[in-house]
């Protein structure tokens, strides 16, 4: 028997008329649908297809056990995700392996800060993956700022919020240009990062880039809460012509 493709689909930061064409065509056609989401939550990445799907999609929802209710750092954290991969891992080889193809819906891209990252390497080596790249949600927040993240020879760097606030501090204080992403809780923390590295003032919150509700602001002027989709962005001011 043919063994089915497991295909990891980058869905972008969240519309539909910003997806790929193969990622629109694979997620029409697919039989056999899987997304991530938060318990009791419809997922992102489900919503961003909603109204794409065949009428016969059979649709497998993939529930994290933990997202915030635990530090990373308790020991719990790791070994409830690692058998939920696991779980996750074996329902959609079972798949492949009786001759089925699944789309796995990525937001952003799979590769990048994605959950998929997580079933393709246990995935890789027991069933066929292929990956679908998708536009990135810093991407899409530094197109909703209107302007570029980086001129001439700028270096970017790309961090999470969940880094040590001293760690944030020396990493923002040597870039040119910067992406905070993994925001939420810890917004007031990376506040004080910038304050200390003295860049406050040059940074940007976008909330919900690529979505209805798109809001750009600068950080100096938000408050101390930012919802799940939110960037932080710093331009870079290097060498133009």
């Known amino acids: 028997m043919t063994i089915g493709t497991i295909h990891g689909v980058g869905l972008g930061p969240g519309a539909q008329d910003?997806?790929?064409?193969?990622?629109?065509?694979?997620?029409?056609?697919?039989?056999?649908?899987?997304?991530?989401?938060k318990a009791g939550k419809p997922g992102q990445a489900r919503?961003?297809?909603?109204?794409?799907?065949?009428?016969?999609?059979i649709e497998y929802a993939m529930e994290y056990p933990v997202t915030t209710e635990i530090p990373i750092s308790d020991p719990r954290y790791n070994d409830w995700l690692s058998t939920f991969?696991?779980?996750?891992?074996?329902?959609?080889a079972a798949l492949a392996h009786a001759?089925?193809?699944?789309?796995v819906l990525c937001e952003g891209d799979p590769f990048f800060y994605g959950?998929?990252?997580h079933l393709h390497s246990r995935l890789s080596d027991i069933a066929p993956v292929c990956v679908v790249p998708g536009i990135t949600g810093m991407s899409g927040a530094w197109t909703?700022?209107?302007?570029?993240?980086?001129?001439?020879?700028?270096?970017?760097?790309?961090l999470t919020a969940t880094l040590p606030e001293d760690e944030l501090?020396?990493?923002?204080?040597?870039?040119?240009?910067?992406?905070v992403m993994k925001i939420g809780r810890?917004?007031?923390?990376?506040?004080?990062?910038?304050?200390?590295?003295?860049r406050e003032e040059s940074a940007w919150l976008v909330e919900y880039a690529a979505m209805p509700d798109q809001r750009v602001t600068r950080l100096a002027d938000a408050t101390d809460i930012a919802p799940y989709f939110a960037i932080v962005l710093i331009h870079g001011q290097g060498r133009r012509p």
């Open 18 to 37: 910003l997806m790929s064409v193969r990622a629109d065509r694979l997620v029409r056609g697919a039989r056999h649908i899987a997304f991530f989401r």
């Open 47 to 57: 919503r961003i297809v909603d109204g794409m799907l065949r009428a016969d999609a």
């Open 85 to 92: 991969y696991a779980e996750c891992t074996r329902h959609l």
């Open 99 to 103: 001759g089925e193809d699944v789309v």
């Open 115 to 117: 959950s998929f990252m």
């Open 144 to 158: 909703a700022s209107d302007t570029p993240i980086t001129w001439g020879e700028d270096v970017l760097t790309v």
């Open 169 to 179: 501090t020396r990493r923002i204080r040597d870039t040119d240009a910067l992406v």
């Open 186 to 198: 810890h917004l007031a923390k990376l506040r004080r990062a910038l304050v200390a590295a003295g």
